[in-house]
């Protein structure tokens, strides 16, 4: 359940970022840092809302918010 949310992905390309990359809490995975590709804006978003969603669920027991289109 809790593996969507906590999944980090690469905000360049949205490939999934390898554990090492988690622990420095690196925004985009080493092929994009190399190449310095811009983030993109709605992977960016997605991630930040992810974020957010993880929070709600942990601050209320009425379960997940499902009416994300
Ligand atoms: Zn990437």
Same mark, same amino acid.
């Given at each position: 359940? &809790?593996? !969507? *949310?906590?999944?980090?992905? %690469?905000?360049? %390309?949205?490939?999934?970022?390898? $554990? #090492?990359?988690? @622990?420095?809490? #690196?925004?985009?995975?080493?092929?994009? !840092?190399?190449? $310095?590709?811009?983030? !993109?804006?709605?992977?960016?978003? @997605?991630? !930040?809302? #992810?974020?957010?969603?993880?929070?709600?669920? *942990?601050? &209320? #027991?009425?379960?997940e918010?499902s009416?994300?289109?």
């Amino acid at each position: 359940m &809790s593996e !969507r *949310l906590g999944g980090i992905i %690469c905000l360049a %390309c949205g490939a999934q970022l390898p $554990e #090492s990359l988690r @622990w420095t809490a #690196s925004l985009r995975c080493h092929g994009c !840092r190399e190449l $310095e590709a811009p983030l !993109r804006a709605d992977l960016a978003r @997605w991630e !930040r809302e #992810s974020r957010r969603a993880l929070f709600e669920t *942990l601050g &209320s #027991s009425a379960g997940e918010a499902s009416t994300a289109a």
